[in-house]
């Protein structure tokens, strides 16, 4: 099966910068859409951005649109979201997660990793 391991989570300040990372084992990582979300403390895990297999498409929740930037590397089996300008509100765990190549976006993922935290001070 895929496994899904992330990093780059840490503490940073209000307006700094973060790059977490996501690669995948097993599998086929250039047929999977991959998509990354966030949970914080007493809330649902919440749907932050998608690229496709092909990375030729991306798609943004719009509390991150123009701060946060999803981007794949499939010779690394490595996908990436680059969050600047970083608000407390951002503080949360953050999960990748993976399911076939050209599912809707309402399609259930299928793989995910355990996580990264991500804490914005003000």
């Known amino acids: 099966q895929v496994q899904l391991v992330e990093s780059g989570g840490g503490l940073v300040q209000a307006g700094g910068s973060l790059r977490l990372s996501c690669t995948a084992s097993?599998?086929?990582?250039?047929?999977?859409?991959m998509g990354w979300f966030r949970q914080a403390p007493g809330k649902e895990r919440a749907y932050v951005a998608t690229?496709?297999?092909?990375?030729?498409?991306?798609y943004n929740a719009d509390s991150v649109k123009g701060r946060f930037t999803i981007s794949r590397d499939n010779a690394r089996s490595t996908v990436y979201l680059q969050m600047n300008s970083l608000k407390p509100e951002d503080t949360a765990a953050y999960y990748c997660a993976a399911k076939a190549g050209g599912s809707s976006r309402f399609q259930p993922y299928d793989y995910w990793g355990q996580g990264t935290q991500v804490t914005v001070s003000s």
């Open positions: 690229i496709t297999s092909s990375g030729l498409k991306t």
């Open positions: 097993g599998g086929t990582f250039e047929s999977y859409t």
